[in-house]
T-cell receptor, first 110, second 114 residues
Framework: QKEVEQDPGPLSVPEGAIVSLNCTYSNSAFQYFMWYRQYSRKGPELLMYTYSSGNKEDGRFTAQVDKSSKYISLFIRDSQPSDSATYLCAMNFGNEKLTFGTGTRLTIIP | DAGVIQSPRHEVTEMGQEVTLRCKPISGHNSLFWYRQTMMRGLELLIYFNNNVPIDDSGMPEDRFSAKMPNASFSTLKIQPSEPRDSAVYFC????????????FGPGTRLLVL
């Protein structure tokens, strides 16, 4: 079993819809949780970063962490075609080493 | 800021050949990471350096892979001899003070071994 599981999709939603992306993990020692966005043929770029359980909001994006369930989510409100990308979750123990999910490919249909 | 620079962007080679991938981190960053991305395994950390010193190479798949960082502005990842299963996108990333949550990724090198 992988340490971090992420549904690869693909996921297609109409423009303006709310998107929900999720990851589950097995190691309860993970403390920092991140979401990266990766456009086709580009490197990943950090979208959201959270520590421990709770919610964090940044514009149209909300990251949610539930450590008791070992489950993290990223919500995108009012989705735009420019949000079409692969979204990677990542987490670590507070050190340099990140463990990534395999990514979910998202397409927003105009 | 030029960001992390990687070269070449694409590499096609034949099995058995030596492949060298290059990375220039963001100026002032003192941690450098090499990752490999495949459809099946996702993004995997191969090795990372802090202040030019290799800290953790446990992700390096086998002895055919080696990485060096001779100075703060340059690193190489070498595969010798290359095999078809090495085909992947290789990313370099850098950060300040080894903070994984502030890593900046380069554009990647797309490697195809025939």
């Amino acid at each position: 079993q992988k340490e971090v599981e992420q549904d690869p999709g693909p996921l297609s939603v109409p423009e303006g819809a709310i998107v929900s992306l999720n990851c589950t993990y097995s190691n309860s020692a993970f403390q920092y949780f991140m979401w990266y966005r990766q456009y086709s043929r580009k490197g990943p770029e950090l979208l959201m970063y959270t520590y421990s359980s709770g919610n964090k909001e940044d514009g149209r994006f909300t990251a949610q962490v539930d450590k008791s369930s070992k489950y993290i989510s990223l919500f995108i409100r009012d989705s735009q075609p420019s949000d079409s990308a692969t979204y990677l979750c990542a987490m670590n123990f507070g050190n340099e080493k990140l463990t990534f999910g395999t990514g979910t490919r998202l397409t927003i249909i105009p | 800021d030029a960001g992390v620079i990687q070269s070449p962007r694409h590499e096609v080679t034949e099995m058995g050949q030596e492949v060298t991938l290059r990375c220039k981190p963001i100026s002032g960053h003192n941690s450098l990471f090499w990752y490999r991305q495949t459809m099946m395994r996702g993004l995997e950390l191969l090795i990372y350096f802090n202040n030019n010193v290799p800290i953790d190479d446990s992700g390096m798949p086998e002895d055919r892979f080696s990485a060096k960082m001779p100075n703060a502005s340059f690193s190489t990842l070498k595969i010798q001899p290359s095999e078809p299963r090495d085909s992947a996108v290789y990313f370099c990333a850098s950060s300040l003070d080894g903070q994984a949550r502030t890593q900046y990724f380069g554009p990647g090198t797309r490697l195809l071994v025939l």
